[in-house]
């Protein structure tokens, strides 16, 4: 056999080789496409119910964990002050500026919570506190009351019916002030059910 032969044999086995190597790789390139646009569809559905779950995974710890607590605090601070100085108005107005001998007894509304929370008002050297259990809620308001009242005392709870009673004290020359509650269930049909005897 001539070396001539061999040379040309081996050319057209290299040949044959190189065209099916060329084949697979064209195989390979036409079914990739395909294989490609079937999952196309599913990956990007998927990424988008991720975003959308990681959008509202975000929104809630945001607004639950910071802006919701932060308003509620805000809200109730803000209601608190304002339920604090209409109740030093109420309870000023319930005492008669020159008498001496009153019975006076009148109801006051207050709010049933602030912040979601229940609370209380008491007095503290002649102004009215407003103790909560939240952070940022609370606070006083000086009475200005005149010259005729010796005490002033007592407590409301937000549980309960707030009633201011202004008597004559027991020493019957000045006016006692004095904060009460009562059970919510009795008849309030008239917040002012006693008089001033001047």
Request: charged share 30%.
């Amino acid at each position: 056999m001539d070396s001539r032969d061999c040379v040309h044999d081996r050319g057209r086995g290299d040949l044959r080789a190189r065209g099916r190597e060329r084949d697979s790789r064209a195989g390979e390139r036409a079914s990739t496409p395909a294989d490609r646009r079937a999952l196309a569809p599913v990956v990007g559905k998927a990424l988008e119910a991720s975003v959308v779950v990681l959008y509202v995974a975000l929104l809630s710890t945001t607004l639950y964990g910071g802006v919701v607590p932060e308003y509620r605090t805000a809200a109730g601070a803000e209601v608190g002050e304002r339920a604090l100085a209409e109740s030093a108005q109420r309870v000023q107005q319930a005492v008669p500026a020159d008498a001496r001998r009153v019975a006076v007894r009148q109801q006051v509304t207050l709010p049933d919570t602030l912040g979601g929370s229940e609370y209380d008002i008491r007095v503290e050297d002649r102004s009215l506190v407003l103790d909560h259990p939240g952070e940022g809620i609370g606070g006083s308001v000086r009475l200005a009351l005149p010259p005729t009242v010796e005490s002033v005392s007592g407590e409301w709870s937000s549980r309960e019916a707030a009633v201011v009673v202004v008597r004559t004290s027991s020493d019957g020359d000045g006016l006692a002030v004095r904060l009460e509650s009562e059970r919510r269930d009795r008849d309030e049909a008239s917040p002012d059910d006693g008089g001033s005897d001047r």
